[in-house]
């Protein structure tokens, strides 16, 4: 039986073969040091990102989208975000992105306007498997 494996293994490679990069050559880099983010930098990008989706909006714009929300919503029965601007016939301003929709549902929900009771799949483009979150408005 042979033993001394390392040394088998261990040869240098021949000129004009490729040698590929492996993680243990130092150049890749390891993906299990990086495989979790820490959890304050991750709330810190999602803050910064936060912030500047809502600063893209006036404050006018905020709170006829946010009342339209409320107004949409019922305290039993969870709706998306979506359906409860369509519920009550909002037209999306031009002006406003809408990926601000999202900003705008998680700030009534950090404020308690509003709890999260379930998810469903997106209907439409890229989120048609995604997670949609249904709202609830909160009971005064």
Known sequence: MNTDLNNKWS??????????PTINSGSIA??????????????????????TVLDTTTSEQRAAISNAILSGLDATEGRRAEDALALVGFIWPAAVKPRSLGAIVSRLARTGQIIECGWTKGRLGRSHAGRVSLWLRAKP
């Open 11 to 20: 040869q240098p490679v021949p000129p004009g073969l490729a040698q590929y």
């Open 30 to 51: 390891d993906p299990r040091g990086q495989a979790s983010p820490d959890p304050m930098q991750a709330e810190q990008a999602r803050n910064v990102g936060m912030a």
